[in-house]
């Protein structure tokens, strides 16, 4: 009987722990989906065509460094601690973006709720990680991810909505009542896990050379014009980023404590599977941020019609990650849904390259669903890949690692798409709010070329992808972690 009992009361608080973890993770990934059909009618506010990935790219530049950070330090310092902070930014910075009165305000404050953001999402995934069993994990990865697929089924839909009836502010001021659920769950359910590094120390250099790196790299990428100027300035940003990614690289390998240790690199799972996520995470966004300008630019419909016209993506990202976490937990192996998921992701990048100003409604939504499962798909396997292939001890630091190279992919990717437009368009668009629906049917078709070959470059790496069977044992045992308290 008592026997029975504890078993009900695991159970409880199994699942008051995934729900705590998924309403945090929400508050983060509802942020991204709600802009991306927001942000036509931002930049017809504030004007700006020229910085439309701006407001992503740098949101995705700092919550890059958050995550790669998050991992380390909440290993030193704890999970529970790292994951209510980030929350507290992340709502205060919102309300900040919120007030913007330009773009580059925007993107500023963007910025520094990137920080916020990316340590909601990465400590949910290791705390999950640190839970259950690498058999088992790959069920709970699913259930966890699938918040994304929900957030990207509701924030479209919430953030066209917003924006035609409320204005763009409120997407951002709908976190606060997210966040602040978040925090009490948190607080009442989170458990007590023991601290992985009782001691350990700070990786400042390691710190300072990686946000250099980034911050050159993003720069660079931004600066990148047909004129002698910007390609100047452009290129000078590319060596500063090269030579800072070397400093990096020696102080990760002089670091006691590096946030990013360097023997990850000599797995070979570990490596395939941080350019996997690399890669699929420049094509999903390429999809995230395209499509609702597609539909708005080209097609000239409203804000709240292209939320509604790209459901049909967002739900099947959402059942095809469950889907995935359930057939890897059942099965124990995971290399040939990997491949999968990058067939289907490169024939739906490939559809979306056909459109033109007279594709119909009907066909973008068969194509971006298409996109949807090989991006949702994606979610679990690599996570579960690396976390089976690595000791406890690294643990947290190899999940944000993947979240890290997830951000990276998007990070680096964003700034070549918007060149690419502002290229394909070849006009002045610096300040411009409205550009002609050919044109920009022009810069997105070739945008998604782009993709396509992004794509088909992840299939080909996905292929030598070892596969390793997948332990029955090990995550959480009671006698070290409890599933209560607060």
Same mark, same amino acid.
Not at 59 to 86: E, H, N, P
Not at 136 to 148: A, D, P, T
Not at 416 to 425: A, K, P, W, Y
């Given at each position: 009987?008592?026997?029975?009992?504890?078993? $009900?009361?695991?159970?409880?608080?199994?699942?008051?722990?995934?729900?705590?973890?998924?309403?945090?993770?929400?508050? *983060?990934?509802?942020? #991204?989906?709600?802009?991306?059909?927001?942000?036509?009618?931002?930049?017809?506010?504030?004007?700006?065509?020229?910085?439309?990935?701006?407001?992503?790219? +740098?949101?995705?530049?700092?919550?890059?460094?958050?995550?790669?950070?998050? $991992?380390?330090?909440?290993?030193?310092? @704890?999970?529970?601690?790292?994951?209510?902070? @980030?929350?507290?930014?992340?709502?205060?910075?919102?309300?900040?973006?919120?007030?913007?009165?330009?773009?580059?305000?925007?993107?500023?404050?963007?910025?520094?709720?990137?920080?916020?953001?990316?340590?909601?999402?990465? +400590?949910? =995934?290791?705390?999950?990680?640190?839970?259950?069993?690498?058999?088992?994990?790959?069920?709970?990865? $699913?259930?966890?991810?699938?918040?994304?697929?929900?957030?990207?089924? !509701?924030?479209?839909?919430?953030?066209? =909505?917003?924006?035609? %009836?409320?204005?763009?502010?409120?997407?951002?001021?709908? #976190?606060?009542?997210? *966040?602040?659920?978040?925090?009490?769950?948190?607080?009442?359910?989170?458990?007590?896990?023991?601290?992985?590094?009782?001691?350990?120390?700070?990786?400042?250099? @390691?710190?300072?050379?990686?946000?250099?790196?980034?911050?050159?790299?993003? !720069?660079?990428?931004?600066?990148?014009?047909?004129?002698?100027?910007?390609?100047?300035?452009?290129?000078?940003?590319?060596? %500063?980023?090269?030579?800072?990614?070397?400093?990096?690289?020696?102080?990760?390998?002089?670091?006691?404590?590096?946030?990013?240790?360097?023997?990850?690199?000599?797995?070979?799972? =570990?490596?395939?599977?941080?350019?996997?996520?690399?890669?699929?995470?420049?094509?999903? /966004?390429?999809?995230?941020?395209?499509?609702?300008?597609?539909?708005?630019?080209?097609?000239?419909?409203?804000?709240?019609?292209?939320?509604?016209?790209?459901?049909?993506?967002?739900?099947?990202?959402?059942?095809?990650?469950?889907?995935?976490?359930?057939?890897?937990?059942?099965?124990?192996?995971?290399?040939?849904?990997?491949?999968?998921?990058?067939? !289907?992701?490169?024939?739906?990048?490939?559809?979306?390259?056909?459109?033109?100003?007279?594709?119909?409604?009907?066909?973008?939504?068969?194509?971006?669903?298409?996109?949807?499962?090989?991006?949702?798909?994606?979610?679990?396997?690599?996570?579960?890949?690396?976390?089976?292939?690595?000791?406890?001890?690294? !643990?947290?630091?190899?999940?944000?690692?993947?979240? /890290? =190279?997830?951000?990276?992919?998007?990070?680096?990717?964003?700034?070549?798409?918007?060149?690419?437009?502002?290229?394909?368009?070849?006009?002045?668009?610096?300040?411009?709010?409205?550009?002609?629906?050919?044109?920009?049917?022009? @810069?997105?078709?070739?945008?998604?070329?782009?993709?396509?070959?992004?794509?088909?470059?992840?299939?080909?790496?996905?292929?030598?992808?070892?596969?390793?069977?997948?332990?029955?044992? $090990?995550?959480?045992?009671?006698?070290?972690?409890?599933?209560?308290?607060?």
């Amino acid at each position: 009987m008592e026997n029975e009992k504890s078993k $009900g009361s695991k159970a409880l608080n199994i699942k008051l722990l995934l729900g705590g973890l998924m309403i945090s993770l929400l508050v *983060g990934a509802l942020d #991204n989906s709600i802009m991306s059909t927001a942000m036509p009618q931002v930049i017809t506010s504030l004007g700006g065509m020229a910085y439309y990935v701006w407001p992503f790219t +740098i949101y995705l530049l700092t919550s890059t460094i958050a995550i790669i950070l998050s $991992g380390k330090l909440s290993d030193i310092y @704890g999970r529970k601690k790292f994951l209510i902070t @980030g929350i507290i930014i992340f709502i205060t910075t919102s309300v900040l973006c919120g007030f913007s009165q330009n773009i580059m305000e925007l993107t500023f404050f963007r910025g520094l709720q990137g920080i916020g953001g990316g340590i909601l999402m990465t +400590i949910p =995934f290791i705390v999950v990680a640190e839970v259950f069993p690498p058999r088992e994990r790959g069920k709970y990865m $699913g259930i966890l991810s699938s918040v994304f697929g929900f957030a990207n089924v !509701l924030g479209p839909v919430l953030g066209g =909505f917003i924006t035609d %009836f409320m204005g763009w502010e409120w997407v951002f001021y709908v #976190n606060i009542p997210v *966040g602040i659920a978040a925090i009490y769950m948190l607080r009442s359910y989170f458990p007590n896990l023991e601290l992985v590094v009782k001691e350990g120390s700070i990786d400042y250099a @390691g710190i300072v050379t990686l946000t250099a790196a980034l911050s050159g790299l993003f !720069l660079g990428l931004t600066f990148v014009r047909d004129t002698a100027v910007s390609s100047g300035l452009a290129a000078t940003l590319f060596i %500063f980023a090269a030579v800072m990614i070397v400093l990096f690289i020696y102080a990760e390998k002089k670091a006691r404590e590096p946030i990013l240790p360097m023997k990850l690199f000599k797995n070979s799972i =570990f490596n395939v599977s941080s350019i996997a996520m690399f890669l699929s995470s420049a094509v999903m /966004f390429c999809g995230i941020i395209y499509i609702p300008l597609f539909i708005q630019g080209v097609q000239g419909m409203s804000a709240s019609t292209s939320g509604l016209l790209i459901i049909p993506m967002l739900v099947s990202l959402t059942v095809a990650s469950i889907a995935t976490g359930q057939v890897i937990s059942r099965t124990g192996t995971y290399k040939k849904l990997g491949v999968l998921a990058f067939v !289907l992701l490169t024939i739906g990048i490939w559809l979306l390259s056909t459109m033109n100003t007279s594709t119909g409604y009907l066909a973008l939504v068969i194509y971006s669903t298409i996109m949807g499962i090989g991006t949702g798909m994606m979610y679990p396997i690599f996570n579960v890949a690396v976390q089976n292939a690595v000791s406890l001890r690294d !643990l947290g630091t190899v999940t944000a690692s993947m979240q /890290f =190279f997830r951000n990276i992919g998007a990070t680096v990717a964003l700034p070549i798409f918007g060149v690419i437009v502002n290229l394909s368009v070849n006009m002045n668009i610096q300040t411009a709010k409205n550009v002609p629906p050919e044109l920009m049917s022009l @810069g997105i078709h070739n945008v998604f070329l782009s993709g396509l070959v992004i794509s088909v470059a992840g299939l080909l790496v996905c292929l030598f992808l070892k596969e390793k069977v997948l332990a029955s044992r $090990g995550g959480f045992e009671g006698d070290k972690k409890e599933l209560h308290g607060k």
